[in-house]
T-cell receptor
Framework: GENVEQHPSTLSVQEGDSAVIKCTYS??????FPWYKQELGKGPQLIID?????GEKKDQRIAVTLNKTAKHFSLHITETQPEDSAVYFC???????????FGKGTSLLVT | EPEVTQTPSHQVTQMGQEVILRCVPI?????FYWYRQILGQKVEFLVS????????KSEIFDDQFSVERPDGSNFTLKLWSTKLEDSAMYFC????????????FGSGTRLTVV
């Protein structure tokens, strides 16, 4: 099955700096890659996603890049703010499947 | 903004007891899912449900689990005989179609088996 690896597990940045979280996936047939933000006591909330036919997508301070050849994708948050502090999960979905396969999460702290 | 609603937010049960976790997906969504997250671990897929039947399930989703859509709004996960290792956050999610723009997750039910 699909295996998603996520790094780093924790990330601490100064307010205003950028944060980058990286994920790799194993199944080349995966074609959908969402990123979720999870705040304490809440469910995962979709913040951005990308499909395999696109290399980069940006939404204000958040961007995701995808390298299909290398099977990795990254989340970039610019001008970080304290409210960006949360756990971020990457995920991948096999093209004909229903399941999202999640990474282990990155705890981001913006101080 | 439409939400996925889960009840209860916290459930404590004794080992061996039956538990039902409830979810109200977004009304125009057609695909429904259950995931779980053991404390400190990744979110894991359990099962997906479409057109009143299971469309995919993981190895975790064995005979001690079942899902049901008893009416037009609710989607339930039943654990027939809980074990200590079932203690986790259980998240319900729904999507408008397969491969849609993201899955909307509920806030979860924390299940504690004692």
């Amino acid at each position: 099955g699909e295996n998603v690896e996520q790094h780093p597990s924790t990330l601490s940045v100064q307010e205003g700096d950028s944060a980058v979280i990286k994920c790799t996936y194993s199944d080349s047939a995966s074609n959908y890659f969402p990123w979720y933000k999870q705040e304490l006591g809440k469910g995962p909330q979709l913040i951005i996603d990308i499909r395999s036919n696109v290399g980069e997508k940006k939404d204000q301070r958040i961007a995701v890049t995808l390298n299909k050849t290398a099977k990795h994708f990254s989340l970039h948050i610019t001008e970080t703010q304290p409210e960006d502090s949360a756990v971020y999960f990457c995920a991948a979905k096999f093209h004909s499947g229903y399941a999202l396969n999640f990474g282990k999460g990155t705890s981001l702290l913006v101080t | 903004e439409p939400e996925v609603t889960q009840t209860p937010s916290h459930q404590v049960t004794q080992m061996g007891q039956e538990v039902i976790l409830r979810c109200v997906p977004i009304s125009n969504h057609l695909y429904f899912y259950w995931y779980r997250q053991i404390l400190g671990q990744k979110v894991e897929f359990l099962v997906s449900f479409y057109n009143n039947e299971i469309s995919e399930k993981s190895e975790i989703f064995d005979d001690q689990f079942s899902v049901e859509r008893p009416d037009g709004s609710n989607f339930t996960l039943k654990l027939w005989s809980t074990k200590l290792e079932d203690s986790a956050m259980y998240f319900c999610a729904s999507s408008e179609r397969l491969g849609a723009q993201g899955y909307t997750f509920g806030s979860g039910t924390r299940l504690t088996v004692v």
